[in-house]
Every structure is written in structure tokens, then in C-alpha cells.
């Protein structure tokens, strides 16, 4: 019997619950998921009708997920524990985690932000708070739209771990009929390239609430891959994790859909909101829009120009007026592809 924590009962972590219990049933698996939400009455929703309303409207979800609002009873005794807030609420939620963690529990990360303050990756947050080493931390990333996905739409997605045993194995647990990992060891490139790509999709968005076309939103997103691959391999990721499900599968995926909160939130912006009023919009997690100045703090820190992101971040802080986005960008020097 395996035990799955799911913390965060949001659209990600509500739908990956029903992504892992889904594989247990395919592959005859014996597994408990269990899911944390942080109001009681979702617990309760999801425990008597087996529906997450609020975020996945009437998916039904496989009736042996079981969830809590006590983050100490999810948590205890779990092999396996999956990590679905806002980054910027980890941290917090990782004080209990590790009054209550099991002795060789794995961590996975579903959480696709950097950590304001310290520029910390999340498998570098979880690592630090847990005392565990790159072996027992996983991160998944790849073009997983979590609505599509609850509508068991397939796709694919990487499962990466610095020990590739660890990644088959969480790999396996979520395999399923309509979603397929690849294991992958670069945990690094594969995290940066989740973490990027909300901030290119919220410039994006921007060229949408801007009337900009699609040579312009190509344009983005090309040299949008550009500033993220450099950013990651001066970190030590691999160029390859660019071009696979991570790198431009995330990327494409984001910011071409509608269902994407930061493709959204760039549009509101596009449109003249200010990030606080995108943000009040929303209603749910855009990461670009707190991890973006994290961004640009690490890629100033290691000398890497990342002039998209640069823009995004000045618009968020009000310190760029929206229109002008596109005409800074295009008056910069003019350089060499490749460079
Ligand atoms: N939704 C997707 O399609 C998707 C896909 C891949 C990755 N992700 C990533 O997964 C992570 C979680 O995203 P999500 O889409 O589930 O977000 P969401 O906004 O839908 O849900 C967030 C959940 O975290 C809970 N939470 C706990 N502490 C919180 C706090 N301090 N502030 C706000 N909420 C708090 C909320 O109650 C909610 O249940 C993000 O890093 C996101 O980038 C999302
Ligand atoms: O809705 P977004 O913008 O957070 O994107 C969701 C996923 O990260 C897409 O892979």
C-alpha cells in the first residue's frame, strides 16, 4: 500500500490527485491519495459529492481520494508527498510537513514559481526546510493545462529527479491513461523552464490585451525560449530540457491557451489593469506575476540578459506603461541570434 499526500486542493493539485488515483486504478496499484485543502468545507465537498466545484466544476473525482483540512493528518505517514500551493506560501506549509514527515518520504513539486527574498527554486526551498537531499526531492513539470487534464485529455508531462530510480518510480505512479511522464534528471532546467514561462506567458498575454498579433506573440515566445534556456544552463541545466515538454511544450501550451491564468493576467494587464486589480480578477494563481521580479533579480545575479521578462516585471511594478512594452523592446541593439 502507497501512501500520496496531495497538498493544495486547487485546480493542480485537485486534478493531480485524480491523476495518481486514476494510475493506481489502471495499474492495479494499491495507493491511498489523500488531499489537503485549506478550507474545511472543500475537504468536506470533496469527501461526501467528490467534486472540487470550485475549481473543476463538475469533474468527478475517484472515490478513493480522501481529503483533509488538517495539514498534519495528510501528511503523516506518507511515502510520497506532492506539493500544490503557491510558491510563496511553501515555505509556511513545510513547518508541518516536517514535524510530521516520514522517515524516506519523497517530495514532489507540481509548483511552478521561484521564492521572492531568496530567488530559492522550490526543490531548493524544500530541500533547505526539510533536510532532504536532490535524491527524495522530484519536480514535475511539462504542457499540463490542469483543466484540460481533469477532462482526461492526454498529455504528457516529465517527472525529474536527481536520482532517475526515484523518478521512474514516481513516474510509474502516475501513469495513466491519459497521462504520460518522462523521467528526466534535470531537475534544474526542467524547474526554471516552468518557472520562465509564466512571465514570457504574461507577456503574451500583454501582445493579446494589446491588439499585437500573432508575429508578435511568436516573436515573444522564440526569444522568450531564448532568455530562459540561458538563464538555466548558466545554473546548470541542460540545453535539451529546452526543446522537450518542460522547455517549449510548457511554453507553447501556456501561451496559447485561454485556460492559462498567466496568459489571462497578461491580457488583463495588456488591457490597463493594474497587476493588483489582474491579480483580484483572477481569482487563482498566476506565479509569473510574484516570480517574475525573482527572475530578474537571479538572472542580474549571474549577468544574463532576459530583456522580455525585464519588461514584464517593469510593467507589474508600474513602472513601464503597458504600451510601451513593445517599442522598448524593439529599440534594443541590434545582436546576433545565437547571442
Ligand atoms: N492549474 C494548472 O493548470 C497548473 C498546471 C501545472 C502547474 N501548476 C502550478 O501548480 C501550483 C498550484 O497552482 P494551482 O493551479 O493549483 O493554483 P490554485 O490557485 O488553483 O490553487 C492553489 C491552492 O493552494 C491553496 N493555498 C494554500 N495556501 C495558500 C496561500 N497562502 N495563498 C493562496 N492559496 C493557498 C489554495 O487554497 C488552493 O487550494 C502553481 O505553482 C502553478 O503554477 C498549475
Ligand atoms: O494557468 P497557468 O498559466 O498557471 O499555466 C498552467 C500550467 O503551468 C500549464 O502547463
Redesign the pocket.
Known amino acids: 500500500m502507497t501512501t500520496i499526500a496531495v497538498?493544495?486542493?486547487?485546480?493542480?493539485?485537485?486534478?493531480f490527485a485524480k491523476v495518481l488515483a486514476d494510475a493506481a486504478v489502471l495499474g492495479g496499484h494499491e495507493t491511498t491519495v489523500r488531499l489537503w485543502?485549506?478550507?474545511a468545507e472543500?475537504a468536506a465537498e470533496i469527501n461526501e459529492s467528490h467534486t472540487n466545484t470550485t475549481?473543476l466544476g463538475e469533474t468527478a473525482l475517484p472515490e478513493i481520494i480522501t481529503a483533509t483540512s488538517d495539514l498534519a493528518e495528510a501528511v503523516q505517514g506518507a511515502e510520497v508527498i506532492v506539493l500544490?500551493?503557491?510558491?510563496?506560501?511553501l515555505r509556511?506549509?513545510l513547518s508541518v510537513v516536517r514535524e510530521n514527515l516520514h522517515d524516506s518520504a519523497v517530495l514532489v513539486s507540481?509548483?511552478?514559481?521561484l521564492e521572492r527574498g531568496t530567488d530559492l527554486r522550490?526543490s531548493e526551498v524544500i530541500e533547505e526546510e526539510l533536510g532532504v537531499g536532490p535524491d527524495r526531492t522530484v519536480v514535475i513539470?511539462?504542457p499540463?493545462?490542469?483543466?484540460e487534464?481533469a477532462r482526461e485529455e492526454p498529455t504528457a508531462s516529465v517527472v525529474a529527479c536527481a536520482d532517475e530510480l526515484v523518478a521512474e518510480h514516481v513516474a510509474a505512479l502516475c501513469n495513466n491513461q491519459y497521462f504520460r511522464p518522462y523521467t528526466n534528471t534535470d531537475v534544474t532546467g526542467v524547474e526554471i523552464a516552468?518557472i520562465v514561462k509564466?512571465v514570457i506567458a504574461l507577456a503574451v498575454g500583454i501582445c493579446d490585451g494589446q491588439k499585437l498579433g500573432d508575429n508578435s506573440k511568436a516573436s515573444v515566445i522564440t526569444r522568450g525560449l531564448a532568455e530562459t534556456t540561458r538563464l538555466a544552463t548558466v545554473l546548470g541545466g541542460q540545453l535539451e530540457t529546452f526543446s522537450g515538454l518542460a522547455g517549449l511544450g510548457d511554453l507553447v501550451a501556456t501561451c496559447a491557451s485561454p485556460?492559462?491564468?498567466?496568459r489571462t493576467a497578461g491580457r488583463l494587464l495588456g488591457e490597463g489593469l493594474t497587476a493588483e486589480q489582474a491579480t483580484e480578477r483572477l481569482?487563482?494563481?498566476?506565479?509569473g506575476m510574484k516570480s517574475g521580479s525573482a527572475v530578474v533579480e537571479l538572472a542580474r545575479q549571474h549577468q544574463i540578459e532576459m530583456p522580455i521578462c525585464e519588461a514584464v516585471v517593469a510593467v507589474l511594478e508600474d513602472k513601464l506603461p503597458v504600451d510601451r512594452l513593445a517599442s522598448l523592446l524593439l529599440a534594443r541593439d541590434l545582436k546576433a541570434e545565437g547571442k
Open positions: 497538498l493544495g486542493a486547487g485546480s493542480w493539485g485537485t486534478t485543502a485549506r478550507r472543500a475549481y500544490a500551493v503557491p510558491a510563496q506560501s509556511s506549509h507540481l509548483i511552478k514559481g522550490m513539470s511539462g499540463n493545462l490542469a483543466m487534464i516552468g509564466n485556460l492559462s491564468r498567466n481569482s487563482q494563481t498566476a506565479e
